[in-house]
């Protein structure tokens, strides 16, 4: 009988194993495959880093001594010059020059924003001087002939510095929301939106109807020296709007018609290889959880099931956002990064409070849950951040950023320390992980609606937020599946958390 036990258990692990070995063989394939379709966009592309009056820039050249027209690119909120890479591409592969910059306060830039982001005078005016700077730099650049990119926040910094400056050939404003376009102004405009963003289509569609009232999407108006179109990219949204080989033909064909040159060369399609790339990190990161050290003999958590856990989860939910409604938080120098720490460690601690009333039992502190924490985020670094970092936008922490992650850590820590054990344990339900994420996510947006003028930047970053507790909760179930202990999974979680929001939230000026 035990014979035959022990027979079984080795097949069943061998059948583990090679299963494991196919997943990890398929992802490092997958893997390769991206990198190299990734590699093969820039073919042909030339791309230098250069420094304009302190702010860091990429001059993407074709190969070749022609010098070409030049095409500024600046980036929208929370983004940085990495994420606008399939424009400079497609532009370069067409025979143009373009130059991509971190804005202030963005990416790599280590001059922080300065001025009130939502008066017209504070952050407008600096994010507008700095353009106007790039501009007239990259007109040295190319043969003096000039045009203007930006997408988001971006699309109203451009059409102000276009009109101060004057000069430029064409402008082109991806995901537009700005009433400073008039029908003179900005020259030669294409606006581009994504199908799934129907406010902004309309404000497309505004911006057409001030050059021709009867102008239709995918109808170009207006007369020789200043035309204008509103195109829409299909099946996409205001970020995958930015990777759509239909975006990247409207703005080549756009500069084409503009300065009168022969198309030349593909567009840049990133976008699907990206995401396998993304993918395939993600997947060889969830194998490497696998193989995390065990922790416990027995699965440890709270363990409480959902008729002990409901009143539980909606204690915080309610609490933290009404408790926090008058508290002053603004002391980190970026954008509401100080709020979502309080709230992150709030949350946690109500929940801790609240773990405590129900009985459930008190969690222990082995060392090696804190190692096996340590190696997870590791992985995560490596195979998930890296490539972000490489081919989608900055994930660097650049000047003054070390500061900020280890506040919002000091938030994230405790929440997901007492999240994970809340959820984990003999006794717990499987949707007691969602239930628990989701009130996080409720009480979020309680805050907001409560206090929408200061907190309505955390809307921008919640469908982010959704994903990264879909992708992180996943690789945390699987660090409790070989540790046993739900605090390693928590520990890579609330380092995870806390890096991705200190690098991508604008850096203030004190």
């Known amino acids: 009988m035990r014979l035959g036990q022990g027979i079984e258990q080795a097949r069943v692990a061998s059948l583990a194993m090679l299963r494991m070995a196919l997943i990890v063989g398929l992802a490092v394939a997958g893997l390769w495959l991206a990198l190299a379709k990734l590699h093969d966009q820039a073919a042909g592309v030339r791309v230098e880093r250069v420094d304009i009056d302190g702010v860091p820039a990429q001059v ?92 988001s926040m971006a699309t109203d910094i451009v059409v102000r510095a276009v009109r101060s400056q004057g000069g430029v050939d064409a402008t082109i404003l991806v995901s537009m929301f700005s009433r400073e376009v008039t029908p003179a102004t900005p020259p030669n405009l294409l606006v581009v939106t994504g199908e799934w963003e129907p406010r902004l289509r309309q404000e497309a569609l505004w911006a057409a109807g001030l050059m021709d009232p009867s102008a239709q999407e995918g109808e170009t108006v207006g007369f020789e020296g200043n035309w204008r179109r509103a195109a829409v990219a299909p099946h996409v949204e205001h970020v995958s709007v930015l990777f759509s080989t239909a975006t990247m033909a409207e703005m080549v064909g756009w500069l084409d018609q503009t300065f009168g040159a022969v198309p030349q060369g593909a567009v840049a399609d990133r976008g699907g290889w990206i995401a396998l790339l993304l993918l395939c990190g993600a997947v060889l990161a969830g194998q490497g959880m696998r193989l995390l050290p065990q922790v416990a003999a027995e699965p440890q958590g709270a363990g ?47 929940l801790a409070l609240c773990l405590w009333r129900a009985g459930a039992p008190r969690p222990d502190w082995p060392p090696r849950a804190l190692l096996a924490g340590l190696i997870g985020f590791a992985l995560v670094a490596g195979l998930i951040f890296w490539p972000i970092d490489a081919y989608l936008t900055n994930f660097y922490p650049g000047p003054g950023r070390a500061v900020v992650m280890a506040a919002i850590l000091a938030g994230t820590l405790p929440c997901f320390l007492a999240l994970e054990w809340a959820m984990r344990g003999a006794g ?43 992708l992180f909760g996943w690789l945390s179930a699987r660090a409790y599946g070989a540790t046993r202990h739900p605090f390693a999974g928590a520990l890579m979680q609330a380092l995870a958390f806390a890096w991705a929001l200190g690098v991508t939230f604008p850096l203030l000026a004190g």
Do not use: C, Q
Not at 434 to 449: D, M, N, Y
């Open 304 to 350: 409480l099931p959902w008729r002990r856990l409901w009143w539980v989860v909606l204690v915080p939910v309610v609490v933290v956002p009404l408790g926090l409604r008058f508290v002053p938080t603004g002391f980190l120098p970026v954008l509401v990064a100080d709020y979502l720490a309080v709230h992150f460690a709030a949350f946690g601690g109500v």
């Open 428 to 470: 717990a339900g499987r949707l007691e992980g969602v239930a628990l994420k989701a009130g996080l996510l409720v009480s979020l947006l309680i805050a907001v609606a409560l206090d929408f003028e200061r907190l309505m930047f955390l809307l921008i970053i919640l469908p982010v937020v959704v994903l990264a507790f879909l």
């Open 60 to 151: 993407f050249r074709p190969e070749g001594p022609a010098k070409g027209p030049v095409l500024v690119i600046e980036h929208g909120f929370a983004g940085s010059a990495r994420i606008m890479d399939s424009f400079a591409l497609s532009a370069a592969r067409a025979g143009y020059v373009a130059v991509s910059y971190d804005s202030a306060g963005h990416g790599r830039n280590p001059a922080p924003l300065s001025g009130s982001i939502t008066e017209i005078d504070g952050a407008t005016v600096t994010l507008r001087r700095e353009l106007e700077t790039v501009m007239r730099a990259a007109r040295g650049y190319g043969d003096g002939r000039l045009a203007v990119l930006g997408h």
